[in-house]
């Protein structure tokens, strides 16, 4: 069993890419794939867009997944392995969440050692000025300890700006691989799967 953990603030289009890449890496790879949402606010829509979709969603409605929920998620992907045994569990956490506290919760599972563990990082383009400013330490360590990068609704910004959130988001991690797409309009999504499913 694998994890992706998909991280991003809210508002940044995760859900919208998310149902875009696992809808392909179930069309490329014929894996079977569990979401768990924890988003505030959006929880219940999220997770009926996405069983339309024929996607199974447990949903963690109180609380953030990687502190108060830290108990509960290991649970949680026990039932889910012990019940439904995925091949690749999606968990896209609350928005202030860093993902590498899910990776250090998943240090203490009682199940089967997890094949790998990534993280992908939604960044919105259009908002990134303001959300850098006001959210500066979460961002950063979203960032920081992502394995991808991607930097959502490039087609509402400029190029010039787009290279700004770019250089900006290089001085956090220089070597992550880092793709501007657009859940909106479909762009790059299949480049943003090549590097999630690539082994």
Same mark, same amino acid.
């Given at each position: 069993m694998?994890?992706?953990?998909?991280?991003?603030f809210l508002?940044?289009?995760k859900?919208?890419?998310?149902?875009?890449?696992i809808?392909?890496?179930?069309?490329?790879t014929?894996?079977?794939?569990v979401?768990?949402?924890? @988003?505030?606010? !959006?929880?219940?829509? =999220?997770?009926?867009?996405?069983? *339309?979709?024929? &996607?199974? /969603?447990? $949903?963690?409605?109180?609380?953030?997944?990687c502190c108060?929920?830290?108990? @509960?998620?290991? !649970?949680?992907?026990? =039932?889910?392995?012990?019940?439904? *045994?995925?091949? &690749?569990? /999606?968990? $896209?956490?609350?928005?202030?969440?860093?993902?590498?506290?899910?990776?250090?919760?998943m240090?203490?599972?009682?199940?089967?050692?997890?094949?790998?563990?990534?993280?992908a990082?939604?960044?919105?383009?259009?908002?990134?000025?303001?959300?850098?400013?006001?959210l500066?330490?979460?961002?950063?360590?979203?960032?920081?300890n992502?394995?991808?990068?991607?930097i959502n609704k490039?087609?509402?910004?400029?190029?010039?700006?787009?290279s700004?959130?770019?250089?900006?988001?290089?001085?956090?991690?220089a070597?992550?691989?880092?793709?501007?797409?657009?859940?909106?309009?479909?762009?790059?999504?299949?480049?943003?799967?090549d590097?999630?499913?690539?082994?």
């Amino acid at each position: 069993m694998e994890m992706l953990i998909v991280a991003g603030f809210l508002g940044s289009g995760k859900t919208t890419l998310v149902l875009s890449a696992i809808s392909r890496i179930i069309e490329r790879t014929g894996k079977k794939v569990v979401i768990i949402v924890n @988003d505030f606010g !959006t929880v219940g829509i =999220d997770g009926k867009v996405m069983e *339309k979709y024929g &996607l199974k /969603v447990a $949903e963690m409605a109180s609380g953030c997944i990687c502190c108060t929920l830290g108990g @509960d998620l290991l !649970t949680t992907i026990q =039932d889910i392995e012990d019940n439904i *045994k995925p091949d &690749l569990i /999606v968990i $896209e956490p609350t928005g202030l969440a860093d993902p590498s506290a899910i990776v250090d919760a998943m240090q203490h599972y009682p199940g089967k050692p997890l094949e790998r563990i990534r993280s992908a990082v939604i960044i919105d383009a259009a908002r990134f000025p303001s959300i850098y400013k006001a959210l500066n330490r979460p961002l950063t360590n979203q960032v920081k300890n992502a394995d991808l990068v991607l930097i959502n609704k490039i087609d509402a910004v400029t190029p010039d700006a787009l290279s700004m959130v770019e250089a900006e988001l290089r001085t956090m991690n220089a070597d992550v691989p880092m793709i501007a797409v657009s859940a909106l309009n479909d762009t790059n999504i299949d480049e943003a799967v090549d590097v999630m499913v690539a082994s």
